[in-house]
Structures are given as C-alpha cells and as structure tokens.
C-alpha cells in the first residue's frame, strides 16, 4: 500500500497530429483568340496555331488551336490540346482542363472539359479534346465579342506523396462570423422596432438606426428635412412597390444579403429590387442586382432589361445588352418580343441608339473581313 502523501500522479500525453498529403499543383494559362473568324478561315480541318510557351509546375507547356477540328468528323468544333515543350526534360503525369469564359471571365460549366491523368512526353502531340466547342454554339452566342473569345487552360500536375506534422490547437475553434444571422432574428422577431412602414397595404416593423446606416435616402426620410413629408407619426406609407419586393429589400438592409428562392423568381426579383436599389441608392445592391440580370439575359429578357438599364444609368449592363443584340438571330428574335414593342414605345431614342451601334458593329465587322 503506497504511502501517504505518495499517490501516483496521472500525467497526460502531449496530443499530436500528423499528414499524409497527396497534393496536386495548378498551374494557369489564359488563350486569348482574337480574330477568330480569320483564324478559322486560314487554317483547314486538322491545322493549329500552337499559343505561346508558357511555364507550369516548373515545366513548359503549350496549347494547340485546331479552328475547325482536328479530323474530318469533328470538323464542327474546335479543338485544344495541351503539351509538353521538346525542351522541357522527362515526361510529367498531369491532367488538362480546358474551360469556355464568359464575357465576365467566369468559367461555362457546360464547356469545361478535363483529361484524365496522362504522361505527357517532351514534343509529343500532347493531350485534350477534338469536339472542345461546337463553332455554331460559339458563333451563336454572347461569348464571341468582337470576334474574340478566351479558353482558360489549367495543368494539374500531382506532387509527391509525403507526410508532415500538423500543429494541435488546444484553444476552441472561433466560430464564423454571425451578425448577418442576429440582424435576420432582429427583423423576424420585430424586437425593439421603432418605425412601421405600410407597403401596399401590409406592415412592416423596422429599426429607424438600421435603415439610416444602410440608405441615406432612409436617413433623409427618417431624420432628416423628408422626415415631415413622408412620415404620417411612425408610419410611413408607399404605395408603388410590390410588398414581397420591400420585404425583401429588408433582408438585404439587414442582412447584407437576398433571400433564397427560384431561378425564375430570381429574375423577376432582380427587376423589381434594382429600382429600389436606385431609388434608396443603395449601391451594392443595384450592382448585384445588374449582375443578377446579366446571367438572366436571354431573348425574352433582353429588351426589358435594356430599358431598365437606361432608366436607372446602369452603364455596363446597358452595353451587355447591346452587345447581346449584335448577334443578327438574336436581335431577329428579340424583335419579336412583347418587350422590344414596350422598348420602341417608351425609349425611341435607345432604340435609335442601339441602331447606330448595330451599324457600326456592321461595318466594323466588314472591314475585317475584307483585310
């Protein structure tokens, strides 16, 4: 029987943590086609133009433009093709990425194609897609501007295996940031509200310092020389806007943010909350909202949206629509629309606007093709 005083102490480990990492390095390369259109007429099925030695994973490698196809069954697309510079040493495992972008340089997940891991050999032909694009798709759509278009090409070259030693943190974790989510339980629960605004008939219960931080337009009408023509004691009346658009004008002012909801809602949403966006100049908003409306453009949107970007002076998504309107079967359809007959009634002097850019598009496009 051990000692008084003597108990054996029960020391715990030092905790530890180790890796194993089985990482992969990217590199990235921007190609850029400017002058498609003559590219694609001087170099016939299974020609390509090779793109600039570029260095990746402390290699070189080079990208392979096929116009129109490398053999005669994919003589509808174009080609990519990813290899590895005759200077470049030994062959090298990776993987190709090749990737359609969009005007705003965003990746199309419909046009992004990746190889498998291959060995790549120094001057060999190298690896990646006989139909990367469909040149009718391409041709037809808003991603060939000014015959130009951009490929983004990733090379994905696996490192070695390895272990490494990790550091235990003995502290808790700092959970992320939650002062959207309060405000949201804010609004819901009403607590504290102080102005009520009375929007097409239904109430909403509102925190005036909120709303004042976040629109100085709110600030005028809640503080300032408005206060006394807008407010009737603490309601404030508005009678042209929709109550599902304030609502959700609300979320964002307290939140930072919008509402889930529907593909198709989203698009009818954006409309509406861009005007309030303009009218309380709330500018980040008015800014998500263009961007919003710019993934939605199409035919059926697209006279609709041009006049909503002239009324309230959204500049780039104005210029998106136009440019959407210099593809000839786009503008034939859209002139079909019950949207470009209310874009002729109410703007005449944008749709003059946008025939003298249509005309200099035309032109342009003429000259080049004769050099």
């Known amino acids: 029987m051990p000692a008084l005083g003597s ?25 850029h086609i ?16 090779q793109s600039r030695t570029f260095i990746a994973g402390g290699r070189r490698w080079c990208i ?36 359609l972008l969009d005007r705003a340089g965003n990746p199309l997940q419909l046009e992004s194609h990746a190889t498998d891991l291959r060995v790549f050999s120094p001057g060999g ?3 990646g897609f006989n139909d990367f694009i469909k040149r009718e798709f391409l041709e037809k759509s808003e991603h060939l501007l000014n015959d130009c278009f951009r490929i983004s090409c990733d090379v994905i070259i696996p490192k070695e295996l390895h272990t490494e030693d990790r550091i235990v943190s003995l502290l808790d974790v700092v959970p992320p940031p939650d002062l959207n989510q309060h405000l949201a339980d804010l609004l819901k629960s009403k607590e504290g509200a102080d102005v009520t605004f009375q929007v097409a008939g239904e109430s909403f219960s509102v925190h005036r310092f909120l709303l004042a931080a976040r629109s100085r337009v709110f600030k005028a009408e809640l503080w300032g020389a408005m206060k006394e023509s807008t407010a009737t004691g603490d309601c404030i009346r508005i009678d042209d806007m929709l109550p599902q658009v304030f609502k959700a004008l609300l979320h964002f002012i307290y939140t930072d943010s919008l509402p889930q909801m529907e593909e198709q809602e989203e698009a009818a949403m954006a409309q509406h909350l861009l005007e309030a966006a303009d009218r309380y100049d709330m500018q980040r908003l008015k800014l998500i909202c263009e961007e919003k409306l710019y993934r939605h453009l199409d035919v059926g949107t697209a006279a609709t ?14 210029q998106a629509c136009i440019e959407f309107l210099k593809s000839p079967d786009a503008l034939e359809a ?29 032109q342009c496009k003429r000259r080049k093709l004769k050099t």
């Open 125 to 127: 032909s190298g690896y």
């Open 64 to 99: 392979h433009y096929y116009p129109n196809g490398t053999r005669s069954e994919d003589a509808d697309f174009i080609s990519v093709f990813l290899s590895l510079d005759e200077s470049a040493g030994g062959p090298v495992k990776a993987r190709a990425k090749f990737e």
């Open 7 to 31: 108990a054996a102490l029960v020391v715990d480990e030092p905790r530890s943590a180790s890796a194993i990492v089985g990482g992969e390095f990217i590199g990235h390369h921007l190609l």
């Open 305 to 318: 949206t041009l006049v909503l970007a002239e009324q309230h002076s959204c500049r780039g998504l104005k």
């Open 34 to 49: 400017d002058g498609y259109s003559r590219i694609k007429n001087e170099l016939p099925t299974g020609k390509s133009i």
């Open 334 to 362: 859209v002139m079909e629309t019950d949207g470009f007959e209310h874009l002729t009634k109410s703007c005449p002097v944008l749709v003059k606007e946008l025939m003298s850019e249509l005309y200099l598009f035309k």
